[in-house]
């Protein structure tokens, strides 16, 4: 038994490998997908007279994708199979860790970025470009706020359902540090960015450990939407500060450029990832005694054979990842753009 009445997995409360793969597959599948869909619904506006602005269409991107290719399917699978609620730790976080999950992500977040930025200034040194999305940030409070509902909030609870609930549930069979890092790895694969791998890894390994403490998937939901949300509010800061000088003359412009030249140094960025790692360490050592937890998670069960139906799903799970990261790479080193 592990925190409050966490029940040992099981073949008949278990998501099954295959099933929690198949739901995988789907979710990479979707990455293509959802552009397509996007793509033809695009073009229906236009035929109408209609258009849609990049912020619309970067909504409704995140909507399609997410209630179409993981949320659904997630839906589906657990109607068939409401059982698998145990193992997916749908239960309610009391109100102290729920808001301790909460302050943690604030640390956290700037901890997994001051990580990630030392990565992509070796990626640089390299002589490598940082790839990544283009986001359009609202210019208004309001717009900020439906920003933060489409690629804060709704990712965050599709993806912790999929991914922590699903996933980590049925690769708990091997134990639950194992799979700890098998899903991180695949919370890694499904964003398939060079850039971005120390930071999603770290993610991954930090929302998984989350949800095993405290026995409740809503504890990676928390985390991470209040994760993507400080993300976002970086991005806007910056922004408005960008505009905000971009008002000054141009004399002070140029000296406010001449300032700012260049990258921060490792070294300010080693004391921002130290500071904020042990901030979050603080807060993660107060979920587990709040939790009263003395045992990690449970133990492997017995090894079982795989069946071929399994073995072809991962692998076409592991190709798509290999194709979504080679074209990745491809990018960073400019031979595509």
Aim: net charge neutral; proline share 4%; charged share 15%.
């Amino acid at each position: 038994m592990q925190g409050e009445g966490f029940i040992l997995p099981d073949k008949d409360r278990a998501p099954s490998v295959f099933g929690a793969l198949v739901l995988l597959f789907i979710a990479f599948i979707g990455l293509e997908g959802s552009s397509v869909i996007l793509m033809l619904l695009a073009r229906a506006v236009a035929l109408g007279g209609g258009s849609l602005n990049e912020s619309a269409l970067d909504f409704l991107a995140s909507l399609i994708y997410y209630t179409l290719f993981i949320a659904v399917p997630v839906l589906v699978y657990y109607n068939k199979r409401p059982a698998i609620a145990v193992n997916m730790r749908i239960k309610p976080l009391s109100g102290k860790i729920a808001l301790l999950c909460a302050l943690a992500a604030i640390p956290g977040a700037f901890f997994v970025q001051s990580v990630n930025n030392l990565w992509c200034m070796l990626i640089e040194a390299l002589g490598g470009r940082i790839v990544s999305p283009e986001l359009v940030l609202p210019d208004t409070p309001a717009g900020m706020a439906g920003l933060i509902l489409s690629t804060a909030a709704l990712p965050a609870l599709c993806e912790e359902m999929l991914l922590r609930g699903v996933l980590l549930g049925a690769y708990e069979e091997r134990g639950s540090l194992k799979a700890l890092f098998i899903v991180s790895v695949w919370f890694m694969c499904l964003h398939a960015s060079v850039s971005g791998m120390p930071a999603e890894f770290l993610g991954g390994v930090m929302l998984a450990y989350l949800v095993i403490t405290t026995g409740s998937v809503f504890a990676g939901i928390i985390y991470h939407t209040v994760h993507n949300s400080v993300i976002l509010v970086m991005l806007y800061a910056a922004r408005r500060l960008e505009q905000l000088i971009q008002t000054q003359p141009p004399e002070a412009q140029a000296q406010l450029a001449a300032e700012t030249d260049g990258t921060v140094g490792v070294f300010p960025m080693l004391v921002m990832a130290a500071v904020t790692g042990l901030i979050l360490y603080f807060f993660i050592r107060r979920i587990r005694q709040s939790r009263q937890t003395d045992t990690f998670g449970v133990e492997a069960s017995p090894e079982r054979e795989r069946s071929a139906y399994e073995i072809v799903v991962l692998i076409c799970c592991v190709l798509c990842a290999l194709a979504l990261y080679a074209a990745n790479v491809l990018e960073t080193v400019g031979l595509i753009k």
